[in-house]
């Protein structure tokens, strides 16, 4: 073929044959909708009363690639029409930052029959996970129909012994476990050394229990006992030794009004427990036993933890919830409302059996695949492309879907370019944000050293003695290593901290090193994002997506997700709460504030909207 100006240009078979596809395609979906037809989407409310998980956003993006089934809460009109599904992360925007800022975002609070929906990012009471991880993994079906077969608590014919999962000492020891050395500092610890029973008279027992807040800490409200035919042995209220703050109502279920006829106490549980069902050969199952046996105030070492033998794909230390294994391999749905210790120790005891009953390599990691691995088996070879930072896609990402990207200037030059080669699904993390407030806590952290040093200069600027100038030297230098020894734990460690929680388990392994890489490009973000504002940086934001909108071909499907809240504060609290663990000898995730901050940065965002013709 030839130009205008009689020039010749090569145009490709390949290119020539997508060109008449696209044509035929466009002919055929004009033939049956009409020629004004457009795909739009219809939310359904009933559905919408609680947050929407990262696997109900994962869900959608499915049905869109026609790979999935429908879902529930939201209906799409004309969904044929769809070619092209992008989805763009900027971690830290929370809920809180949207609403105070959304007047810098035009084009994502006012995009054409956009959606703005509340997300729950992944983790629990206690823990956050990583939500790239959630969205850009997935079982095959293939997986799943395996694991549907294999619900069988049998273990009579089981390939190990219920040995081989009960965890070593190592094991107690890093999971906080009680010990001995616990009940020397801790007073009314008692051994179940001490049990009475001449034998184990059952081989398994799961425990759960309810704590509230009382005035001296976590106390013990309700316990549960359950054996390996899943009856109830045991299920008893308890009353605190001391008044209570909190009767955590919203997660046990206890109240004031369950609680005030009682006067079954601590040490009458203890009492009962080791001379009517737990002997020292007793193997004892529970969801992170270890606040049970704190709660309890019971020292025991034949222990099957479930969060343990689940291991999430990150690794230690992240656990799954209780819930999430439920649903993954018990097909049921548990704590949707108040706890129910009963419920709880039934379905711990249900995933031990189950575990044993399909050998050590049942629940691995391998079940998981990479979204994009999944898009081009399925009989589907859908194209994909992840586009980020070099150190980010080394972990979520296979090769040859990688697109390495060095500023957030770069993500969007390419999510553009991909779009209009046609690529069917896009997924591209912004980073800019993030940085923000990394940068903004380094801050805070240098003018606190920056304050120290003036206070001591100060006291010691009256002195005019030979000797307060030597020790002022010597002093300035030992202030200079401890304010930098703050800064470094509460700016460099926080920024390093939060990458810990993102980081994942490696499901790719290469052996390229991104490290280096990657710090150059943070640095270089970094510096980027120094002496602007976080209106800026949102406005930015806002203008590059509105950029990759308008570059997108008619009927594109976006969804914009902010992952999870900036962690800085909630790191912080992490820290705080550790120390107080340190102290005290127990489990951190007792505190209310510490709650609180997680909570915060789990409430997050997903914009909904398509491209329309302009």
């Known amino acids: 073929a030839s130009n205008s100006n009689g020039e010749w240009k090569v145009i490709s078979k390949r290119k020539r044959k997508l060109k008449k596809e696209k044509e035929k395609d466009t002919n055929i979906y004009s033939n049956v909708f009409g020629q004004n037809a457009k795909p739009e989407f219809e939310l359904k409310t009933k559905f ?35 070619k092209n599904v992008v989805v763009l992360m900027t971690t830290s925007l929370d809920l809180e930052t949207y609403q105070q800022y959304n ?34 993994t997935r079982q095959s079906q293939e997986t799943k129909n395996k694991l549907k077969s294999k619900i069988d608590f049998s273990i009579e014919k089981a390939p190990n012994p219920p040995s081989d999962y009960l965890l070593n000492s190592s094991q107690l020891l890093e999971n906080n476990y009680p010990n001995k050395n ?36 976590s106390e013990l409200t309700r316990v549960t006992v359950v054996n390996q035919e899943f009856k109830v042995l045991y299920d008893q209220l308890v009353k605190p030794k001391n008044p209570i703050i909190d009767y955590k109502t919203k997660w046990s279920g206890i109240t004031k009004e369950k609680l005030d006829p009682i006067t079954t106490t601590l040490e009458d549980v203890q009492k009962f427990l080791l001379e009517n069902l737990i002997h020292p050969n007793t193997i004892l199952v529970g969801h992170s036993l270890e606040n049970d046996l704190f709660a309890l105030k019971i020292l025991h070492d034949k222990i099957i933890d479930t969060s343990i033998l689940f291991e999430h794909p990150r690794g230690p230390p992240s656990k799954l919830a209780l819930k999430t294994l439920a649903q993954k391999f018990l097909e049921k749905t548990i704590q949707t409302g108040e706890h129910d210790s009963a419920q709880d120790a039934i379905t711990a005891m249900q995933l031990c059996l189950l ?19 999944l898009f081009a088996r399925e009989n589907k070879n859908i194209s ?17 879907y990688r697109v390495p990207c060095e500023t957030d200037e770069n993500v969007t030059n390419h999510v553009a370019r991909y779009i209009n080669q046609g690529t069917q699904f896009i997924f591209a993390q912004y980073h800019n944000l993030s940085y923000y407030f990394s940068k903004v806590a380094e801050e805070k952290i240098n003018e606190k050293k920056t304050s120290i040093i003036d206070k001591v200069k100060s006291e010691t600027s009256n002195s005019n003695s030979n000797s307060s100038s030597w020790w002022w030297s010597a002093a300035s230098s030992v202030i200079n290593s401890i304010t930098s020894t703050i800064a470094d734990s509460e700016s460099d460690k926080e920024a390093k901290e939060e990458q810990e929680y993102e980081q994942p388990y490696t499901l790719y392994k290469t052996n390229e090193t991104t490290n280096e890489t990657t710090n150059e490009a943070t640095n270089e973000t970094t510096n980027e994002t120094t002496n602007v504002s976080l209106s800026e940086i949102l406005a930015k934001l806002d203008s590059a997506i509105g950029q990759i909108y308008q570059s997108s071909p008619e009927n594109t499907f976006f969804i914009v997700l902010s992952g999870q809240g900036s962690l800085n504060s909630f790191l912080r609290q992490h820290r705080r709460s550790t120390s107080q663990e340190e102290k005290t000898i127990l489990p951190f995730d007792s505190s ?5 901050a997680l909570a915060k940065a789990r409430n997050t965002l997903a914009f909904l909207f398509i491209k329309r013709k302009v």
């Not at 575990?355 to 691995?373: P, R």
């Not at 994909?384 to 040859?400: A, K, Q, T």
Request: proline share 5%; glycine share 6%.
């Open 182 to 217: 616990t009940a020397n500092i801790i007073t009314g610890f008692v051994s179940t050394e001490i049990s009475t029973l001449d034998k184990p008279i059952y081989s398994f027992l799961a425990i759960d229990c309810e704590m509230c807040l009382s005035e001296q800490g």
């Open 592 to 596: 209310e504030e510490y709650r609180a």
């Open 355 to 373: 575990k044993i009953a399909n050998g050590v390599n049942f629940g691995k990691l391998e079940n998981q695949s990479s979204i994009f691995h």
């Open 384 to 400: 994909s492309v992840m586009i980020d930072r070099p150190g980010v896609l080394h972990f979520y990402c296979p090769e040859p």
């Open 48 to 82: 919408l009363q609680q947050p929407l998980q990262l696997t109900d956003i994962q869900d959608l993006i499915f049905w869109l690639l026609n790979i999935g089934v429908s879902t529930k809460w939201i209906f799409i009109k004309n969904k044929a029409l769809i």
């Open 103 to 136: 007047s810098v975002m035009p084009i994502l609070s006012n995009s054409v029959g956009a959606a703005i929906l509340a997300v729950k990012a992944p983790g629990n009471q206690v823990k956050i996970y990583s939500p790239l991880l959630t969205l850009l």
